[in-house]
Protein backbone atom coordinates (compact mmCIF):
# COMPACT_ATOMS: atom_id res chain seq x y z
CA UNK A 1 0.00 0.00 0.00
CA UNK A 2 1.13 3.29 -1.30
CA UNK A 3 1.98 5.37 2.10
CA UNK A 4 0.25 8.77 2.45
CA UNK A 5 2.45 11.78 1.85
CA UNK A 6 3.64 13.63 4.50
CA UNK A 7 2.07 16.30 6.23
CA UNK A 8 3.72 19.64 4.36
CA UNK A 9 1.22 23.17 5.17
CA UNK A 10 2.40 26.95 4.82
CA UNK A 11 1.93 30.40 5.61
CA UNK A 12 1.85 32.95 2.83
CA UNK A 13 1.36 36.06 3.94
CA UNK A 14 1.00 39.28 1.43
CA UNK A 15 3.31 42.09 2.47
CA UNK A 16 1.34 44.86 2.88
CA UNK A 17 1.75 45.99 6.13
CA UNK A 18 2.94 44.40 9.70
CA UNK A 19 1.23 41.12 11.06
CA UNK A 20 -2.12 41.83 12.78
CA UNK A 21 -4.13 39.88 15.30
CA UNK A 22 -5.85 38.67 12.03
CA UNK A 23 -2.77 37.21 10.69
CA UNK A 24 -1.87 35.80 13.84
CA UNK A 25 -4.40 33.64 13.82
CA UNK A 26 -3.62 32.07 10.48
CA UNK A 27 0.08 31.79 11.12
CA UNK A 28 -0.92 30.08 14.48
CA UNK A 29 -3.68 27.47 12.91
CA UNK A 30 -1.51 26.79 10.14
CA UNK A 31 1.56 25.97 12.21
CA UNK A 32 0.00 23.99 15.04
CA UNK A 33 -1.90 22.55 11.99
CA UNK A 34 1.35 21.16 10.99
CA UNK A 35 3.59 20.49 14.00
CA UNK A 36 0.71 18.46 15.75
CA UNK A 37 0.39 16.24 13.28
CA UNK A 38 4.32 16.03 12.74
CA UNK A 39 4.52 18.04 9.32
CA UNK A 40 6.41 20.78 8.24
CA UNK A 41 5.29 24.19 8.05
CA UNK A 42 6.77 26.57 5.04
CA UNK A 43 6.60 30.32 4.14
CA UNK A 44 6.32 32.01 1.39
CA UNK A 45 6.00 35.43 0.69
CA UNK A 46 3.46 36.36 -1.63
CA UNK A 47 5.40 39.90 -2.94
CA UNK A 48 3.09 39.45 -6.07
CA UNK A 49 1.61 43.00 -6.19
CA UNK A 50 3.83 45.59 -5.65
CA UNK A 51 1.78 48.47 -6.00
CA UNK A 52 0.02 47.37 -2.54
CA UNK A 53 2.96 46.52 -1.01
CA UNK A 54 4.51 48.50 1.46
CA UNK A 55 8.31 48.81 1.67
CA UNK A 56 9.99 46.56 4.34
CA UNK A 57 7.02 44.41 5.51
CA UNK A 58 8.36 41.12 4.53
CA UNK A 59 11.69 41.47 6.78
CA UNK A 60 9.06 43.05 9.82
CA UNK A 61 7.01 40.17 9.02
CA UNK A 62 9.85 37.31 9.02
CA UNK A 63 10.79 39.66 12.62
CA UNK A 64 7.47 39.20 13.93
CA UNK A 65 7.18 35.25 13.28
CA UNK A 66 10.41 34.79 14.92
CA UNK A 67 9.93 37.06 17.63
CA UNK A 68 6.49 35.08 18.55
CA UNK A 69 8.75 31.49 18.15
CA UNK A 70 7.17 30.69 14.58
CA UNK A 71 10.00 28.99 13.08
CA UNK A 72 9.59 27.72 9.98
CA UNK A 73 11.52 25.10 7.64
CA UNK A 74 13.52 25.57 4.57
CA UNK A 75 14.05 29.06 2.96
CA UNK A 76 11.25 31.34 2.27
CA UNK A 77 10.12 31.62 -0.95
CA UNK A 78 9.35 34.73 -2.49
CA UNK A 79 6.76 34.78 -5.39
CA UNK A 80 8.46 38.13 -7.01
CA UNK A 81 11.26 35.74 -8.15
CA UNK A 82 8.94 33.24 -9.78
CA UNK A 83 7.25 34.64 -12.60
CA UNK A 84 8.81 32.31 -14.67
CA UNK A 85 7.15 29.04 -13.50
CA UNK A 86 3.61 31.38 -13.93
CA UNK A 87 4.73 32.44 -17.10
CA UNK A 88 4.95 28.44 -17.75
CA UNK A 89 1.59 27.81 -16.17
CA UNK A 90 0.16 30.09 -18.57
CA UNK A 91 1.11 28.35 -21.44
CA UNK A 92 0.10 24.96 -20.43
CA UNK A 93 -3.76 26.83 -19.88
CA UNK A 94 -3.19 28.56 -23.57
CA UNK A 95 -2.26 25.25 -25.09
CA UNK A 96 -5.07 23.64 -23.29
CA UNK A 97 -7.61 26.34 -25.03
CA UNK A 98 -8.35 27.36 -21.50
CA UNK A 99 -6.93 31.08 -21.76
CA UNK A 100 -8.07 34.03 -23.75
CA UNK A 101 -7.25 37.68 -23.71
CA UNK A 102 -9.33 40.22 -22.53
CA UNK A 103 -9.82 43.46 -24.06
CA UNK A 104 -12.50 45.27 -21.79
CA UNK A 105 -12.06 48.24 -19.89
CA UNK A 106 -12.74 48.63 -16.02
CA UNK A 107 -15.54 50.13 -16.80
CA UNK A 108 -17.04 48.21 -19.48
CA UNK A 109 -16.46 44.87 -17.03
CA UNK A 110 -18.78 47.21 -14.30
CA UNK A 111 -21.67 48.06 -16.96
CA UNK A 112 -21.84 44.55 -18.54
CA UNK A 113 -21.33 42.78 -15.65
CA UNK A 114 -23.35 40.63 -12.58
CA UNK A 115 -22.53 40.49 -9.15
CA UNK A 116 -21.81 36.96 -8.16
CA UNK A 117 -20.52 35.37 -4.85
CA UNK A 118 -17.03 37.55 -4.81
CA UNK A 119 -17.02 40.00 -7.20
CA UNK A 120 -18.58 40.56 -10.48
CA UNK A 121 -19.21 37.80 -12.66
CA UNK A 122 -17.84 38.60 -16.28
CA UNK A 123 -20.37 37.89 -18.71
CA UNK A 124 -17.55 36.62 -21.36
CA UNK A 125 -17.65 39.05 -23.79
CA UNK A 126 -13.85 38.67 -25.26
CA UNK A 127 -14.48 34.98 -25.03
CA UNK A 128 -14.59 33.97 -28.58
CA UNK A 129 -11.86 37.16 -29.65
CA UNK A 130 -11.26 40.78 -28.77
CA UNK A 131 -12.98 42.44 -31.17
CA UNK A 132 -10.83 43.88 -34.18
CA UNK A 133 -9.27 47.06 -33.24
CA UNK A 134 -8.90 46.65 -29.62
CA UNK A 135 -6.11 45.56 -27.95
CA UNK A 136 -5.77 42.59 -25.20
CA UNK A 137 -5.46 43.72 -21.60
CA UNK A 138 -5.85 40.78 -19.31
CA UNK A 139 -5.92 37.41 -19.54
CA UNK A 140 -8.74 35.14 -18.40
CA UNK A 141 -9.01 31.48 -17.81
CA UNK A 142 -12.26 29.76 -19.09
CA UNK A 143 -14.96 28.05 -16.44
CA UNK A 144 -17.56 25.57 -17.77
CA UNK A 145 -21.04 25.74 -16.69
CA UNK A 146 -20.37 22.59 -14.23
CA UNK A 147 -20.26 22.39 -10.46
CA UNK A 148 -17.65 21.72 -8.24
CA UNK A 149 -17.95 20.35 -4.98
CA UNK A 150 -15.33 20.64 -1.85
CA UNK A 151 -15.11 20.07 1.73
CA UNK A 152 -13.18 22.03 3.86
CA UNK A 153 -12.18 20.14 7.28
CA UNK A 154 -14.25 23.00 9.26
CA UNK A 155 -16.78 24.80 6.81
CA UNK A 156 -17.96 22.00 5.82
CA UNK A 157 -19.21 21.17 2.56
CA UNK A 158 -19.64 23.80 -0.54
CA UNK A 159 -20.72 23.58 -3.67
CA UNK A 160 -19.91 26.30 -6.81
CA UNK A 161 -21.12 26.47 -10.05
CA UNK A 162 -18.10 27.99 -11.51
CA UNK A 163 -19.91 29.55 -14.65
CA UNK A 164 -22.86 31.59 -12.51
CA UNK A 165 -21.03 32.28 -9.09
CA UNK A 166 -17.68 33.74 -10.75
CA UNK A 167 -17.26 33.48 -14.57
CA UNK A 168 -14.13 33.41 -16.52
CA UNK A 169 -11.52 35.13 -14.17
CA UNK A 170 -8.24 36.95 -14.24
CA UNK A 171 -4.73 35.08 -14.24
CA UNK A 172 -2.88 37.86 -15.67
CA UNK A 173 -3.89 41.36 -14.97
CA UNK A 174 -4.67 44.37 -17.14
CA UNK A 175 -1.15 45.95 -14.84
CA UNK A 176 0.45 42.91 -16.09
CA UNK A 177 1.36 41.41 -12.54
CA UNK A 178 0.15 37.55 -12.11
CA UNK A 179 -2.99 37.33 -10.23
CA UNK A 180 -3.18 35.60 -6.57
CA UNK A 181 -5.16 32.79 -7.65
CA UNK A 182 -3.00 31.43 -10.26
CA UNK A 183 0.29 31.81 -8.57
CA UNK A 184 -1.12 30.21 -5.92
CA UNK A 185 -1.84 27.20 -7.39
CA UNK A 186 1.58 27.18 -9.28
CA UNK A 187 3.31 27.46 -5.47
CA UNK A 188 1.31 25.28 -3.36
CA UNK A 189 1.92 22.71 -5.82
CA UNK A 190 5.61 23.43 -6.56
CA UNK A 191 6.44 23.45 -2.59
CA UNK A 192 4.50 20.20 -2.17
CA UNK A 193 1.80 21.74 -0.13
CA UNK A 194 -0.87 18.97 1.22
CA UNK A 195 -2.93 21.23 3.49
CA UNK A 196 -3.91 25.00 3.00
CA UNK A 197 -5.01 26.11 6.48
CA UNK A 198 -5.99 30.08 5.86
CA UNK A 199 -8.63 32.61 7.10
CA UNK A 200 -12.38 31.86 5.79
CA UNK A 201 -12.14 35.57 3.83
CA UNK A 202 -10.77 33.11 1.28
CA UNK A 203 -12.53 30.47 1.20
CA UNK A 204 -14.61 31.81 -2.01
CA UNK A 205 -11.42 31.65 -3.54
CA UNK A 206 -11.01 27.60 -3.49
CA UNK A 207 -13.33 26.90 -6.18
CA UNK A 208 -11.44 28.80 -8.86
CA UNK A 209 -8.36 27.47 -7.31
CA UNK A 210 -9.42 23.54 -7.55
CA UNK A 211 -10.40 24.67 -11.02
CA UNK A 212 -7.44 25.81 -12.14
CA UNK A 213 -5.95 22.59 -10.49
CA UNK A 214 -7.66 20.53 -12.26
CA UNK A 215 -6.43 22.12 -16.15
CA UNK A 216 -2.93 22.20 -14.56
CA UNK A 217 -3.10 18.52 -13.63
CA UNK A 218 -1.95 19.57 -10.14
CA UNK A 219 -3.31 17.92 -6.73
CA UNK A 220 -5.63 19.56 -4.47
CA UNK A 221 -4.78 19.33 -0.99
CA UNK A 222 -6.85 19.65 1.80
CA UNK A 223 -8.48 22.27 3.07
CA UNK A 224 -9.24 24.04 6.25
CA UNK A 225 -10.35 27.88 6.59
CA UNK A 226 -10.31 29.23 10.36
CA UNK A 227 -12.92 31.67 11.56
CA UNK A 228 -11.70 35.44 10.66
CA UNK A 229 -10.87 37.45 13.05
CA UNK A 230 -13.26 40.67 13.39
CA UNK A 231 -13.14 44.07 15.46
CA UNK A 232 -15.99 44.84 17.12
CA UNK A 233 -17.95 46.91 14.32
CA UNK A 234 -17.58 43.15 12.58
CA UNK A 235 -15.00 44.37 9.70
CA UNK A 236 -12.19 42.09 9.46
CA UNK A 237 -9.04 42.76 11.11
CA UNK A 238 -6.93 44.49 8.13
CA UNK A 239 -4.83 47.38 7.25
CA UNK A 240 -7.71 49.02 5.77
CA UNK A 241 -9.61 49.00 9.33
CA UNK A 242 -6.66 49.87 11.24
CA UNK A 243 -5.80 46.43 12.78
CA UNK A 244 -3.36 47.11 15.59
CA UNK A 245 0.24 45.98 14.53
CA UNK A 246 1.60 43.21 16.99
CA UNK A 247 3.76 43.73 20.06
CA UNK A 248 6.98 41.72 19.62
CA UNK A 249 8.03 42.50 22.64
CA UNK A 250 6.00 40.59 24.23
CA UNK A 251 4.20 37.74 22.33
CA UNK A 252 2.24 35.57 24.75
CA UNK A 253 -0.53 37.86 25.49
CA UNK A 254 -1.60 37.77 22.21
CA UNK A 255 -0.56 34.20 21.91
CA UNK A 256 -2.88 33.33 24.31
CA UNK A 257 -5.76 35.27 22.94
CA UNK A 258 -5.18 33.56 19.16
CA UNK A 259 -5.41 30.24 21.01
CA UNK A 260 -8.62 31.16 23.00
CA UNK A 261 -10.08 32.64 19.74
CA UNK A 262 -9.53 28.94 18.08
CA UNK A 263 -11.33 27.53 20.40
CA UNK A 264 -8.26 25.86 22.20
CA UNK A 265 -8.64 25.11 25.80
CA UNK A 266 -5.08 27.13 27.04
CA UNK A 267 -4.21 27.05 30.32
CA UNK A 268 -3.82 30.86 31.71
CA UNK A 269 -0.84 30.26 33.36
CA UNK A 270 1.38 29.84 30.53
CA UNK A 271 1.90 33.35 30.20
CA UNK A 272 4.10 33.46 32.97
CA UNK A 273 6.18 30.43 31.56
CA UNK A 274 8.29 30.87 28.21
CA UNK A 275 7.67 30.69 24.87
CA UNK A 276 9.12 27.33 24.49
CA UNK A 277 6.62 26.19 26.97
CA UNK A 278 3.80 27.92 25.38
CA UNK A 279 4.67 26.43 22.30
CA UNK A 280 5.12 22.75 23.57
CA UNK A 281 1.78 22.66 25.12
CA UNK A 282 0.48 24.08 22.29
CA UNK A 283 1.90 21.77 19.47
CA UNK A 284 0.77 18.94 22.44
CA UNK A 285 -2.36 19.98 22.56
CA UNK A 286 -4.12 21.56 19.62
CA UNK A 287 -7.55 20.16 19.02
CA UNK A 288 -8.54 21.16 15.41
CA UNK A 289 -11.98 19.85 16.51
CA UNK A 290 -12.29 22.82 19.14
CA UNK A 291 -12.23 25.36 16.11
CA UNK A 292 -15.55 27.34 15.77
CA UNK A 293 -16.64 26.02 12.57
CA UNK A 294 -17.96 29.92 11.68
CA UNK A 295 -16.41 32.10 8.46
CA UNK A 296 -16.06 34.91 11.35
CA UNK A 297 -16.21 36.19 15.12
CA UNK A 298 -15.38 39.28 16.72
CA UNK A 299 -12.50 39.04 19.02
CA UNK A 300 -12.29 39.06 22.37
CA UNK A 301 -10.78 42.63 23.14
CA UNK A 302 -10.26 41.86 27.09
CA UNK A 303 -7.64 39.74 26.37
CA UNK A 304 -5.54 37.79 28.33
CA UNK A 305 -2.98 39.40 30.93
CA UNK A 306 -0.38 38.28 33.75
CA UNK A 307 -3.78 39.18 36.43
CA UNK A 308 -5.86 36.40 35.41
CA UNK A 309 -2.94 33.66 36.05
CA UNK A 310 -2.98 34.79 39.53
CA UNK A 311 -7.29 35.15 39.93
N1 LIG B 1 -1.43 36.01 0.55
C1 LIG B 1 -2.79 35.81 0.97
C2 LIG B 1 -3.16 36.78 2.06
O1 LIG B 1 -2.28 37.25 2.77
C3 LIG B 1 -3.04 34.42 1.54
C4 LIG B 1 -3.02 33.41 0.50
C5 LIG B 1 -3.38 32.02 0.94
O2 LIG B 1 -3.17 31.65 2.12
O3 LIG B 1 -3.80 31.27 0.08
O4 LIG B 1 -4.32 37.08 2.22
Same mark, same amino acid.
Given at each position: MKSPKPYRGRFAPSPTGPLHLGSMVAAVGSFLEARHRGGEWLLRMEDLDPPREAPGAAADILRTLEAFGLHWDGEVVYQSRRHALYEEALEKLRTRDALYACACSRREIADSSVSGVDGLVYPGTCRAGIAPGRAPRAWRVKVDGQKLEFSDAIQGSMVRDLAAD &? /? $? &? !? !? =? =?? $? /?FFAYQLAVVVDDAAQGITAIVRGADLIESTPRQIHLQRLLGLPTPEYLHLPVALNAQSEKLSKQTFAAPLDTANPLPTLLQVMRFLGQDVPVELIEGSIGDFWRWAVGNWDVGRVPRVAGMVVDTVGVSLSDANE
Open positions: &F /G $D &F !V !V =R =RA $D /G
